[in-house]
């Protein structure tokens, strides 16, 4: 098995080499560093008011106040991790090493709010790809991609190993490992530096189950039905990491997707799950997915257009409605071998919440025709007028 180190090392050469780069990585660096007095200030404010409030009411209010010392706690404990998880960052990139006197002056007293929100972010996906409690959401968003593969690529007519799978915006990693966990040749990829950091450390610094335990709804202070649920421990890895297979093919690259894979005809299988909204121009991405899978190659894709460019200030963005992503996939000469609408699913939920969240995505097969067809107005589709649910 290749390591993730030289995997992370290889790509990041070309990618962070700018001035501008190396402020965003130290920006990202900052953020986690930040995120144990933005959060404390944030319960501070709270006991600040409580302190304000009549003498009868702070004394009917005497369990919540010592909730909120266990929220504290919980942010000391989540800030543990982020310094396991930030710990010699700056060497997952060759280029990318500044000192720790740089690294303090780069700081920005008043961190970015956005960023803040990535970092819990960053925490609450621990618990979706690498705990106990995420095995509902993987099951849901992660397996029907896994079975489709073996489906597609069983053993008994072809060697796993021979098989190339991408899976871009992978996140912690997790569903490009159970890919390579079952013979696959699996490569994942990652744009954000929040996401890399994250899986860098379960990829490479865990080992054992279990090991390590995080707070990840601590900042949810609303819709909690019990004190305990917002200070709820969860524990992860709930699988070692590094039991792979030993020829095991899986490795990590980081970089924008469309920098990145460049080259025609490569790839046996593009597994995208909660990606394809990633973009500004979601076009580009159906695109770029045609041009590098192999002729008679499939991409898999469940998720939802949440589009997260759109409404943002200093980006551009594109919204179509998956009725036109579906015209565009066809466009581009895809034919859908399997569609299916309104398919539930959930991403980094907290079960226990009063207020839930859950997407109707939309699953989708599509191959590449072996031999491209002469004409556009020819090609085939599942159903070229019309969405199949």
């Given at each position: 098995?290749?390591?993730?180190?030289?995997?992370?090392?290889?790509?990041?050469?070309?990618?962070?080499?700018?001035?501008?780069?190396?402020?965003?990585?130290?920006?990202?660096?900052?953020?986690?560093?930040?995120?144990?007095?933005?959060?404390?200030?944030?319960?501070?404010?709270?006991?600040?008011?409580?302190?304000?409030?009549?003498?009868?009411?702070?004394?009917?209010?005497?369990?919540?106040?010592?909730?909120?010392?266990?929220?504290?706690?919980?942010?000391?404990?989540?800030?543990?991790?982020?310094?396991?998880?930030?710990?010699?960052?700056?060497?997952?990139?060759?280029?990318?090493?500044?000192?720790?006197?740089?690294?303090?002056?780069?700081?920005?007293?008043?961190?970015?709010?956005?960023?803040?929100?990535?970092?819990?972010?960053?925490?609450?996906?621990?618990?979706?790809?690498?705990?106990?409690?995420?095995?509902?959401?993987?099951?849901?968003?992660?397996?029907?991609?896994?079975?489709?593969?073996?489906?597609?690529?069983?053993?008994?007519?072809?060697?796993?190993?021979?098989?190339?799978?991408?899976?871009?915006?992978?996140?912690?990693?997790?569903?490009?490992?159970?890919?390579?966990?079952?013979?696959?040749?699996?490569?994942?990829?990652?744009?954000?530096?929040?996401?890399?950091?994250?899986?860098?450390?379960?990829?490479?610094?865990?080992?054992?189950?279990?090991?390590?335990?995080?707070?990840?709804?601590?900042?949810?202070?609303?819709?909690?039905?019990?004190?305990?649920?917002?200070?709820?421990?969860?524990?992860?890895?709930?699988?070692?990491?590094s039991d792979l297979p030993e020829n095991a093919q899986f490795s990590m690259t980081a970089g924008d997707f469309l920098e990145v894979y460049t080259d025609d005809n490569h790839w046996d299988c593009?597994?995208?799950?909660?990606?394809?909204?990633?973009?500004n121009n979601v076009v580009q991405f159906i695109e770029t997915i045609y041009k590098i899978l192999k002729p008679g190659g499939v991409w898999i894709n469940l998720g939802p257009l949440l589009y997260?460019?759109?409404?943002?200030?200093?980006?551009?963005?594109?919204?179509?409605?998956?009725?036109?992503?579906?015209?565009?996939?066809?466009?581009?000469?895809?034919q859908i071998e399997t569609e299916e609408t309104r398919v539930k699913t959930r991403y980094a939920q907290n079960i226990n919440s009063m207020l839930q969240c859950e997407y109707n995505s939309v699953?989708?097969?599509?191959?590449?025709?072996?031999?491209?067809?002469?004409?556009?107005?020819?090609?085939?589709?599942?159903?070229?007028?019309?969405?199949?649910?």
């Amino acid at each position: 098995m290749e390591t993730m180190d030289d995997v992370y090392t290889k790509k990041m050469q070309n990618t962070y080499e700018d001035e501008e780069e190396r402020k965003h990585f130290q920006r990202i660096v900052s953020a986690f560093k930040y995120y144990k007095p933005h959060s404390l200030q944030r319960v501070k404010k709270t006991e600040s008011y409580l302190l304000s409030l009549p003498t009868h009411h702070q004394k009917l209010l005497t369990k919540y106040r010592e909730h909120l010392q266990d929220v504290k706690m919980c942010i000391e404990n989540n800030d543990e991790i982020i310094k396991l998880i930030i710990k010699d960052v700056s060497h997952i990139f060759e280029n990318v090493n500044p000192s720790s006197e740089q690294n303090e002056s780069t700081l920005n007293p008043r961190p970015v709010l956005a960023d803040q929100e990535k970092v819990q972010a960053t925490i609450k996906q621990l618990v979706r790809d690498w705990s106990v409690e995420g095995t509902d959401e993987r099951n849901a968003c992660y397996q029907p991609i896994i079975d489709e593969i073996i489906q597609l690529f069983p053993d008994d007519i072809c060697t796993p190993a021979e098989i190339q799978v991408l899976v871009p915006g992978a996140g912690l990693g997790r569903l490009a490992y159970e890919i390579a966990k079952r013979g696959y040749t699996c490569q994942g990829n990652e744009f954000s530096l929040f996401m890399l950091f994250a899986s860098h450390f379960v990829l490479n610094k865990c080992r054992g189950v279990n090991s390590y335990k995080v707070h990840p709804w601590v900042h949810q202070y609303m819709n909690n039905l019990e004190a305990g649920h917002q200070t709820q421990a969860i524990f992860f890895p709930d699988v070692n990491p590094s039991d792979l297979p030993e020829n095991a093919q899986f490795s990590m690259t980081a970089g924008d997707f469309l920098e990145v894979y460049t080259d025609d005809n490569h790839w046996d299988c593009v597994a995208t799950c909660f990606f394809i909204d990633c973009a500004n121009n979601v076009v580009q991405f159906i695109e770029t997915i045609y041009k590098i899978l192999k002729p008679g190659g499939v991409w898999i894709n469940l998720g939802p257009l949440l589009y997260h460019f759109s409404d943002m200030p200093s980006e551009d963005s594109i919204e179509p409605s998956y009725e036109v992503v579906r015209q565009v996939i066809l466009g581009f000469g895809f034919q859908i071998e399997t569609e299916e609408t309104r398919v539930k699913t959930r991403y980094a939920q907290n079960i226990n919440s009063m207020l839930q969240c859950e997407y109707n995505s939309v699953y989708f097969v599509c191959r590449k025709p072996r031999r491209q067809t002469s004409s556009p107005d020819h090609r085939n589709g599942a159903d070229g007028n019309g969405i199949q649910e």
